[in-house]
């Protein structure tokens, strides 16, 4: 592994507590910048961030608190609704978070005074991953430890529960077959449903497990990653149902698995929080050994910027951003 790809974080931000859950915004929000949300134990702080590499006036990173939500309890789990813009008022924020009372709350607000909080139950254990229809968004889709994927409308109506044989990890929505969804379980298989006929269509196999974390690649939806023990694991969906590529990642077991939505052969891993050899790494397809690793201890979370190489982790007190210069 060569010393040149040990990299500083590019850009840090300093923010409130310990950073748990952080995420970017997928979806064109017509703003200048990107929306960002990051929670951690008792709230959730949105703002738009700007980077050198998008606006020359930028010098590094600029980050502008939009809202602070109160969060009854420590943040698991966040994903952004399409529905949210700043591009015409009335201004709207909407995401979903779970939380340790295995709810899921959706978080509303225009930015001035009209705030609203839905709170749905069902699940009977830890909620590890949610998703939004990516589309009109007035959907929800979310795994648990209760060996279920559930799918809710915006009134919290349960509209369709797949019974899992293992803990549900990660969830994906097809980004335009949006009756397409993909849920991966603990034991290490990831299965595909129709949202229509509610059955299987497609299931691909780690042969071996746990599975922590896995991800849909939505520039190419062939492409399938995953992080299972210390491995990550890429698979092509339309060749076999067991992974083209496997390569071990990090000493100890690794934690989460993203692709870039920048470029579909790049893709970032994490290690378990709060241990030095838990980095992040950022790996390409088309190499080896990994592009970059990142220095700092990782805390929690992991996400890729819409349109940049960029990824970004949280930390105790800071959000960590790292450009891949690809």
């Given amino acids: 592994m060569q010393d040149d790809s040990r990299r500083s974080a590019s850009y840090t931000v300093p923010c409130e507590g310990y950073v748990d859950v952080v995420e970017f915004s997928p979806f064109d929000n017509g703003t200048a910048g990107s929306l960002l949300a990051y929670g951690g134990n008792q709230l959730v702080v949105v703002g738009s961030v700007r980077f050198q590499e998008e606006d020359l006036e930028v010098e590094g990173v600029e980050f502008t608190t939009l809202q602070i939500f109160s969060h009854t309890l420590r943040v698991d789990a966040l994903a952004w609704s399409p529905e949210s813009h700043l591009d015409k008022l009335p201004q709207l924020i909407r995401f979903c978070t779970a939380a340790a009372d295995f709810k899921l709350r959706v978080l509303s607000s225009d930015l001035q005074n009209k705030h609203e909080v839905k709170v749905f139950g069902g699940h009977t254990s830890f909620i590890n991953h949610l998703v939004y229809e990516p589309t009109e968004g007035q959907q929800i ?4 430890d ?13 509209t369709t529960s797949f019974r899992l044989r293992s803990p549900g990890i990660s969830v994906c929505w097809h980004p335009e077959e949006v009756f397409k969804l993909m849920v991966a379980e603990k034991r290490g298989t990831i299965r595909f449903y129709d949202l229509v006929t509610r059955q299987a269509i497609l299931s691909l196999d780690c042969g071996q497990s746990p599975l922590m974390s896995a991800d849909w690649c939505l520039t190419n939806t062939i492409k399938v990653g995953a992080v299972v023990g210390s491995d990550w ?3 092509d969906i339309t060749r076999s149902s067991y992974p083209q590529e496997k390569r071990p990642a990090h000493v100890g077991r ?12 790049l893709f970032s891993t994490t290690g378990c929080p709060g241990k030095i050899s838990s980095q992040l790494l950022v790996h390409h397809l088309g190499h080896p050994q990994p592009v970059m690793i990142g220095s700092a201890m990782v805390g929690a979370g992991l996400s890729w910027h819409r349109t940049l190489p960029l990824c970004v982790i949280g930390g105790d007190r800071k959000l960590f951003f790292w450009m891949t210069e690809m």
Avoid: M, P, Y
């Fill in 141 to 144: 889709a979310s795994v648990s």
């Fill in 233 to 235: 694991l890429i698979w």
């Fill in 146 to 158: 209760d060996h279920t994927c559930r799918v809710w409308d915006l009134q919290g109506n349960e």
């Fill in 254 to 265: 690794a934690r989460l698995f993203k692709w870039s939505r920048a470029n579909e052969n």
